[in-house]
């Protein structure tokens, strides 16, 4: 079954990260989301731009590609500190590889519409 839920995340080359952040949560490695990394790592992501004023500048990306938790330290220092460029709220969270999942996604397949026609 789909399941959807909004992210922060940032995109470094063919590949979209994001991490389980330090908002309050019973039991972060037990999160729905990490649950279906593992049982199934196909992933979709939507990044949408909306305009209540002029709808002729609506516009999305879709990506879609292969999900698994980034098993490397060196990567996910690497990748916190994008997010931590990204996102300034996260410069004051805590922040472990052992606590902190990240999730990758390996792009395959992009598809890009815009309200003057999709590619």
Not at 31 to 49: C, E, G, T
Request: hydrophobic content about 40%.
């Amino acid at each position: 079954m789909p399941h959807a839920v909004p992210i922060c995340y940032v995109l470094v080359d063919d590949h979209v990260y994001s991490v389980v952040d330090a908002k309050p949560k019973k039991n972060p490695l037990g999160l729905k989301r990490l649950r279906n990394v593992a049982d199934n790592p196909r992933a979709a992501i939507v990044v949408d731009q909306y305009d209540d004023a002029d709808w002729s500048r609506l516009c999305y990306v879709l990506l879609r590609g292969a999900a698994a938790l980034v098993a490397d330290s060196g990567e996910f220092d690497r990748v916190l500190g994008m997010l931590r460029r990204k996102y300034p709220q996260y410069e004051s969270m805590q922040f472990t590889h052992a606590a902190s999942p990240m999730i990758r996604i390996d792009v395959e397949t992009v598809h890009y519409w815009t309200a003057g026609g999709s590619q």
